[in-house]
């Protein structure tokens, strides 16, 4: 019989395996490492729910094992409205019965908030109380924690491949959990063709899981862009054929590297009904990842999907019921931000879905933590954010002071007093002679200031790494401040002045000193051009500095709209100026692989407010400025 079932495992006739390992498992300590090792992987549990009446009525019959199996159907599927409740009662009554993964269980519930709040000291006592009963996911988790650097006790990624390699080894029924480990070790030891073997060796083994971490590994680059198409379709459509919920994801991972929008009418169609067909099923089986594609398709109107906010919110709360920290953060800021949230859900809901996905290991939501806690809201959590999460965010919030870069400028002499009054009538104060530089060394200087004027015109022009582009221009204007004295790069820098002038945004105060630095060349070669350009850049110069005044005095609603869309006025602050750079590299680096085609800006908008606010601003995009102007 045991023989039988491991050929139940390894050809993913999970019914079969579980019922045949389920005949008087209570009696044959073979049968119950085996019923444990069926259930133990979320995939094999979702196909059981057909069976969900008779595994209940065994579970109350006062077998341990169905109550164990029962629990996991609500955990895995939440096919009910109280299935916390229902999975914690039945995991109880088999942790009482001497199940230690019940144990566990009972941990990631405390861990992860299902009963509304986490409890750090619970899901370590928990845990702790599995590993004495010699629960394999206690002791896989324990490996896993290490790995991811949540462990108490260091260790190194060789150590664990090294103790899960010998749990495997010396097992009766090794356990394919552990190849799964040694995989993940493996990749974090940059041994990347040993690893993909070990995931290959645990989709044999009954892991279905394994598929979809063979599929990534092996076939995408580190930035999970599929890179061998067929290759990749292959594996996940063999994880598929197996029923491995991740493996669902096969389309919607490949449409991040194709072009829509060039597709024909009647491929997008198909396109579109493959990725919700398939999202669908992967949601039903329990990933919880499926249903958040589908919010952000909803959300976006990406990918031939109408743009529909309730049908977004309504995937988002099936992601979120499973789990997904990503979906609660979506959640959270449809609520809070864009506004596009049900009737009902307001300020309430929203901090309590950004409260949940920093639970579940979300940290860009800390700062939104902790400001529905300072407004009032979030009091059911408010000994735990003390205790927990506002030591966290001061701790952050001077590490972020700390590494601030020095932006005193009293030693540059522009040329301007402190109330931005040009002060150069005549001459130069600092003329240039052959004694102070020659041409060899201006020469260079030119040069230096080229390599930032095409760098950063590059980056606009491919649109990429464009939080580099202030850097450059700021870099540029230092050269160019040695060479203003140079008769004969005047028209140089004119000419590179009026390219940069055309590409820089989002730094009013380096667009000023732009503007003084162009002002400074016109005077210098004033006979030789129009007075009008002058006097266009002395005004430029002039509500420029207003603006920045406005902004510096704290004066935002005073700063008057310029354009035909409204900004946020927080955009000519100084403290916005300090951190847009990183807070967009933040953002695009989360949109790795995302097509710039129609509905990018709005997963920009949000990445980008979502980096923003980590970094101390709060942001409304052009979106929530323009409620009535139709992006896309």
């Known amino acids: 019989m045991i023989e039988r079932i491991l050929g139940y495992i390894e050809d993913y006739q999970v019914k079969k395996a579980f019922w045949a390992a389920a005949k008087n498992v209570e009696h044959d300590e073979a049968k119950q490492e085996l019923f444990l090792q069926i259930i133990f992987f979320a995939n094999n549990v979702a196909q059981l729910q057909g069976d969900a009446e008779k595994i209940k009525a065994l579970a109350d019959g006062g077998n341990p094992y169905m109550q164990m199996a029962y629990a996991r159907l609500h955990d895995v599927l939440q096919p009910e409205k109280d299935s916390n409740t229902i999975k914690e009662h039945y995991y109880k009554m088999a942790a009482n019965n001497g199940i230690g993964d019940a144990y566990v269980h009972l941990a990631y519930m405390y861990r992860d908030a299902d009963l509304g709040e986490i409890d ?20 896989a988790q324990a490996f896993r924690d290490s790995l991811c650097g949540a462990n108490d006790v260091p260790c190194t990624p060789e150590m664990i491949y090294e103790g899960a390699k010998s749990l495997w080894e010396n097992s009766a029924f090794p356990h394919p959990t552990y190849l799964m480990l040694m995989g993940e070790a493996l990749e974090k030891m940059n041994r990347k063709d040993e690893a993909i073997k070990m995931y290959q060796q645990a989709a044999m083994n009954g892991c279905s899981q394994g598929f979809y971490r063979w599929a990534i590994a092996a076939y995408c680059n580190e930035n999970y862009q599929v890179e061998d198409r ?24 490949l449409m991040e590297s194709v072009d829509f929008d060039a597709l024909s009418q009647e491929e997008q169609q198909q396109a579109t009904k493959t990725l919700y067909d398939d999202l ?19 959300e976006n109107g990406t990918y031939g999907f109408e743009r529909n906010a ?29 506004h596009t949230a049900p009737e009902g859900y307001g300020e309430e809901r929203g901090y309590e879905c950004a409260y949940r996905a920093l639970a579940l290991g979300n940290d860009d939501l800390l700062d939104e933590v902790i400001a529905g806690y300072r407004s009032g809201f979030l009091s059911q959590h408010t000994a735990m954010i003390e205790k927990k999460w506002l030591p966290q965010y001061h701790n952050q919030l001077s590490h972020f002071v700390d590494d601030l870069p020095d932006y005193d400028d009293d030693d540059d002499d522009d040329g301007y007093n402190d109330d931005h009054e040009y002060q150069y009538d005549g001459d130069p104060e600092r003329e240039v002679g052959e004694d102070d530089c020659s041409t060899v060394t201006t020469d260079l200087i030119w040069q230096a200031c080229m390599n ?31 060479l203003l004295a140079i008769p004969l790069r005047l028209d140089d820098l004119y000419s590179a002045n009026d390219s940069l002038l055309e590409i820089i945004s989002d730094h009013p105060r380096l667009k000023l000193r732009l503007l003084r630095c162009q002002l400074r060349v016109l005077r210098e070669i004033e006979a030789d051009h129009e007075l009008g350009l002058t006097e266009d850049v002395e005004r430029d110069v002039r509500e420029l500095s207003r603006i920045i005044d406005l902004a510096d005095e704290g004066r935002l609603n005073e700063i008057p709209q310029t354009g035909h869309l409204k900004r946020d006025p927080v955009e000519w602050t100084e403290q916005w100026e300090a951190v847009i750079d990183e807070a967009d590299r933040q953002a695009y680096s989360r949109l790795k692989g995302v097509p710039r085609g129609m509905g990018f800006c709005f997963s920009f908008w949000h990445e980008r407010q979502l980096a923003l606010h980590k970094l101390g601003v709060v942001w409304r995009n052009p979106h929530q400025m323009n409620p009535r102007v139709m992006f896309d």
């Open 120 to 139: 750090p000291d619970a899901y370590k006592s928990l845990m702790a109380k599995g590993q004495q009963h010699h629960s394999e996911r206690a002791m």
């Open 310 to 338: 309730e049908e977004a919110w309504l995937w988002y709360s099936r992601g979120a019921n499973l789990r997904c920290a990503f979906a609660w953060a979506a959640m959270s800021h449809m609520a809070l931000h864009d």
């Open 280 to 298: 669908r099923m992967g949601w039903m089986l329990g990933e919880s990842t499926c249903a958040y594609f589908l919010g952000t398709y909803f």
């Open 230 to 253: 067929e290759e990749f379709m292959e594996v996940m459509q063999k994880g598929i054929d197996v029923q491995a919920a991740d493996c669902y994801t096969m389309y919607a991972i």
């Open 452 to 482: 930032n004027i095409m760098g950063a015109l590059e980056r606009v022009r491919n649109q990429e790494r464009e939080w580099e582009v202030a850097g450059l221009i700021s870099a540029y204007l230092n050269g160019a401040d040695d």
